[in-house]
C-alpha cells in the first residue's frame, strides 16, 4: 500500500490534533459558550498515535505536525514528542500553539526533538488580543515567541487570520516584524469553519494584502523548500524574517494537498472543507494494524478535488476547528 489517493497525490504530511480543549475562545475558531469538551477515554493514547504513525511512516509518512485545542494542555506532551522523533521515517515534527504556555515548555519541547513551532497571534495590541481572545494574555504569548527564538525551534512562524474590520489596520504592523526578527509571517485568510461568524466581506484576499505589503517595501519572492505547507513565500528587502499567504478561498491548493487530519478523537479527514471523516480509533481499537490500513485505505479513496471532478465545492465545515484540528 502506498499514500497516495484516487488523484494520485501523494500523501507524506499528517496533522494530529492532541486535544479540543483550549485556553482561549477566539471568535475565530469555536463558540464562546462551548464547553462540551471530550472526555479523556474518547481521546487517542499516546500510544495509539504513536502506533498510527510508525504504520504511516513505513508508507511514506515524513512530516508530522501536533495541533489542538492547544496542544500544549495535553498532559506530558513532551514525551510523545521524543517518541514521534525516535520514528524512522520522520523528518519533520512541528507543533501549533496559541503561545500562551509555550514560554515554560520551550527548552522542554527542543530537548525532545521538536523541530519547530507556529504560534497563532492576529494582533499587536494588547486589548484587541483580549476581545479576539476572550483572555488578556498577549504578553504571555510574545515572551512564548521570545523562548521559541531562544530555543531555536526555527523557524518561528507567526499565524494571522486577517479579518475585515478586525483586524486588517495591523496587516502592515505585523509584516514588518520581520525586518528586526527572524519570524515567519503568515497571513492566513478568514475560513468558513463551523460557527465562527465567518461572512464572505470579511475575508481579505492574499492579492490584497500582497499589494499592501508591497508598498512598505519591496518584496522578494522566496522559492518553497521540501516541508513547506501552501504558503506563497515572500521577502522584504533587507529584512531577517520573511511573510507570507496561504490563499485556502481565493487560490485552493487542492492540486498539491499532501496531508491528512486526526482529530482528537480519532476520526481520519482527508479535507479541511469536507466533513466526510473515516473512525481510525474504532478501526484500530478493533482490528490493530490492519484495522489502521483499512482506514488510510478508506480515506485515501473519499479525498476530495476542488473541482467538477467528483463534484466537491468549497463549503462551509460543520465541526468547530477545536473540533478537528488547527
Known amino acids: 500500500m502506498e499514500l497516495v489517493d484516487r488523484y494520485k497525490r501523494p500523501i507524506n504530511y499528517l496533522r494530529i490534533s492532541v486535544t479540543d480543549r483550549c485556553n482561549l475562545k477566539c471568535q475565530y475558531c469555536k463558540p464562546l459558550e462551548d464547553k462540551d469538551f471530550l472526555p479523556h477515554k474518547e481521546l487517542l493514547s499516546f500510544e495509539e498515535i504513536i502506533r498510527i504513525i510508525k504504520v504511516m511512516a513505513k508508507l511514506g509518512l515524513r512530516k508530522v505536525r501536533l495541533t489542538g485545542g492547544e496542544p500544549l494542555l495535553r498532559r506530558n506532551l513532551s514525551e510523545l ?30 530537548e525532545a526533538g521538536l523541530k519547530r513551532v507556529n504560534v497563532s497571534l ?42 475585515r474590520g478586525f483586524n486588517d489596520d495591523e496587516i502592515e504592523d505585523l509584516a514588518s516584524l520581520t525586518f528586526e526578527l527572524p519570524l515567519h509571517v503568515r497571513f492566513i485568510e478568514f475560513m468558513p469553519i463551523g460557527e465562527n461568524l465567518w461572512e464572505d466581506q470579511r475575508v481579505i484576499g492574499s492579492e490584497e494584502i500582497l499589494e499592501r505589503l508591497s508598498k512598505i517595501a519591496p518584496l522578494v519572492p522566496i522559492s518553497g523548500d521540501l516541508y513547506d505547507g501552501p504558503a506563497r513565500r515572500f521577502k522584504f528587502e533587507g529584512a531577517v524574517g520573511e511573510v507570507g499567504v496561504i490563499s485556502p478561498l481565493s487560490g485552493h491548493f487542492c492540486s498539491s494537498c499532501n496531508r491528512l487530519r486526526l482529530t482528537p478523537d480519532g476520526k481520519l479527514r482527508s479535507c479541511l472543507f469536507s466533513d466526510e471523516e473515516v473512525d481510525l480509533k474504532a478501526y484500530l481499537r478493533k482490528e490493530g494494524e490492519e484495522g489502521i490500513l483499512k482506514a488510510l485505505k478508506e480515506t485515501l ?15 462551509k465545515c460543520q465541526r468547530p476547528m477545536n473540533k478537528i484540528g488547527g
Open 301 to 315: 479513496e473519499k479525498k476530495p478535488y476542488l473541482g467538477v471532478r467528483d463534484g466537491f465545492r468549497l463549503r
Open 122 to 163: 492576529d494582533t499587536l495590541k494588547r486589548e484587541r488580543f483580549a476581545e479576539i481572545t476572550q483572555k488578556d494574555a498577549f504578553q504571555e504569548v510574545w515572551k512564548g515567541i521570545e523562548s521559541a527564538l531562544r530555543e531555536r525551534l526555527e523557524p518561528v512562524k507567526i499565524n494571522v487570520v486577517s479579518i
Open 81 to 110: 514528542i521524543a517518541q514521534i522523533a525516535r520514528i524512522p521515517g520522520i523528518e519533520d515534527l512541528s507543533l501549533t500553539t496559541n503561545g500562551i504556555l509555550l514560554a515554560s515548555y520551550a527548552r522542554e519541547l527542543k
